[in-house]
């Protein structure tokens, strides 16, 4: 992977040469080790914008194929804030459009900001999980997603990606900035596009967004292999 100097280096330029910089140095670099297939581009065409992605999470590689993918949509992609304080991290982060969230907290201004996005037009992408799988598979969903359909109504189309866990694997020690590229085969798969759940009278609030909550997560699950498909099987 990129060293900590040269990051440093390109972090300090002017930034839209920062961005055309990290651009081309994540394309070298996925060029080089990451053999995307992608299926169901089909189900983009002619779907209602704005609109919210939502994707399982295997690495921190994930956004940058999942870019190239949705390269004619162009959603801004919701980031933990910490992905932006690391020297080598925010290289990736120059090259996508982002906004940042703080993860396991009430990040009010955050989510006020995601949601003002979408009110704007802004398609967005969201990781609903909240943090990339340790375990390789689909882990519960946080409680966001849910809040950020309801208070925007936007349509979801969810994708299932696996291989990045190995284009990128997570250091089990926790340092992103020692996370280097691997050569492997990456599948993007995009699901058709639904509406959101709404919420039943026969329902309470915790019944209803355990129900929504595992349909949407289902939805990514069911693009995947099942191995990869964890609590959601």
């Known amino acids: 992977m990129i060293s900590t100097t040269t990051a440093r280096i390109i972090n300090i330029l002017p930034n839209k040469f920062v961005s055309y910089v990290s651009k081309k140095v994540v394309d ?16 983009l065409k002619g779907i209602k914008t704005p609109t919210i992605f939502i994707c399982n999470h295997l690495s921190n ?10 390269k004619e949509i162009d959603p801004t992609f919701v980031a933990g804030v910490k992905l932006s ?28 900001k995601i949601i003002n996005l ?7 992408l969201i990781f609903p999980e909240g943090t990339r799988s340790r375990v390789g598979s689909l882990i519960e969903a946080k409680k966001g997603i849910l809040l950020i359909a309801a ?17 990128m694997p997570i ?7 020692s996370e280097t590229f691997y050569h492997a085969d990456v599948h993007i798969n995009i699901g058709k596009q639904f509406e959101f759940p709404k919420r039943g009278k026969e329902l309470d609030k915790k019944e209803y ?25």
């Open 28 to 43: 070298l670099y996925l060029k080089k080790y990451a053999n995307i297939n992608i299926a169901g581009s089909e189900n």
């Open 61 to 70: 590689s994930d956004g940058l194929v999942l870019d190239k993918a949705l």
């Open 209 to 233: 967004e355990d129900f929504a909550t595992r349909y949407i997560m289902k939805k990514i699950a069911e693009l995947l292999p099942e191995s990869y498909r964890g609590v959601y099987k």
């Open 171 to 177: 250091n089990k020690e926790g340092d992103m900035s």
């Open 151 to 167: 208070m925007t109504g936007a349509p979801i189309v969810p994708i299932g990606l696996y291989g990045t866990e190995k284009l």
């Open 118 to 124: 979408v009110k704007q037009g802004e398609s967005l």
């Open 85 to 112: 304080d690391n020297v080598i991290t925010s290289i990736g982060v120059n090259v996508i459009k982002t906004t940042n969230i703080k993860p396991n907290a009430a990040d009010k201004e955050g989510l006020k």
